[in-house]
């Protein structure tokens, strides 16, 4: 166990007088799910059949301020944690018109190819319907930029970190929303980063892809 976990946990009051007797269960008073927030929470899961019906974008400009939009206009903080606000990762949207880098501080999508580029993504049948794939990018330069001290295995794991807090984003929105959603693993990293136009300093994390669940 990391060594720190425990001393985190004393620092924030969580062990409390529990700490000597760690064998000890403690019971703890049934959760009040109530409200949307706690709702989305039981609803939450792993879609594996979608319907071929397109998100409006309205829907699509919601999903993606709840996965990583810019929720503080003066400070540029974002829906998602950030560790030390470097905030060097992005979104970007594949759908049937084609591949999008989702520009957070203009609401917006930059086009960056008219190709439908989501057979890259197809390696599991039932994701073929899912009309939105969402591509979880890391900038490493931005990274390096800020802090040049850092090594390597640093800089991935904060953004697998900070990909983990996104995509959790989306599920939780997908529950509230009534639409299904799954994380998935790449099988053509460097045929879709071609196809995105990504330069070296870029890192693909994973996918996720969003759509209406099927029967």
Not at 40 to 58: I, M, N, V, W
Not at 124 to 132: D, H, R
Not at 193 to 204: F, S
Request: hydrophobic letters at 40%; aromatic letters at 8%; charged letters at 25%.
């Amino acid at each position: 166990m990391n060594r720190t976990v425990p001393v985190l946990l004393l620092s924030l009051g969580l062990l409390g007088g529990y700490a000597v007797a760690a064998q000890e269960k403690i019971p703890l008073p049934e959760p009040k799910i109530r409200g949307e927030f706690m709702e989305a929470l039981r609803s939450r899961g792993t879609a594996k059949s979608f319907r071929a019906k397109d998100l409006s974008p309205q829907v699509l400009s919601d999903l993606l301020w709840a996965a990583f939009g810019v929720n503080d206009e003066r400070t540029g903080r974002r829906t998602a944690a950030s560790a030390f606000n470097i905030r060097e990762m992005e979104i970007y949207v594949l759908t049937k018109d084609g591949g999008f880098r989702y520009d957070a501080a203009e609401r917006a999508l930059e086009q960056i190819t008219g190709e439908d580029v989501r057979s890259v993504l197809f390696n599991q049948e039932y994701a073929k319907n899912a009309p939105v794939h969402l591509v979880y990018v890391a900038d490493h330069a931005v990274s390096r930029a800020r802090y040049p001290e850092w090594g390597q295995p640093m800089i991935e794991e904060y953004s697998v970190l900070h990909t983990g807090l996104i995509a959790q984003n989306v599920y939780l929105f997908c529950a509230a929303r009534g639409l299904g959603t799954v994380v998935r693993d790449l099988v053509h990293p460097e045929e879709l980063r071609r196809m995105l136009k990504l330069g070296d300093n870029y890192t693909i994390i994973m996918s996720q892809a969003v759509g209406y669940p099927g029967k």
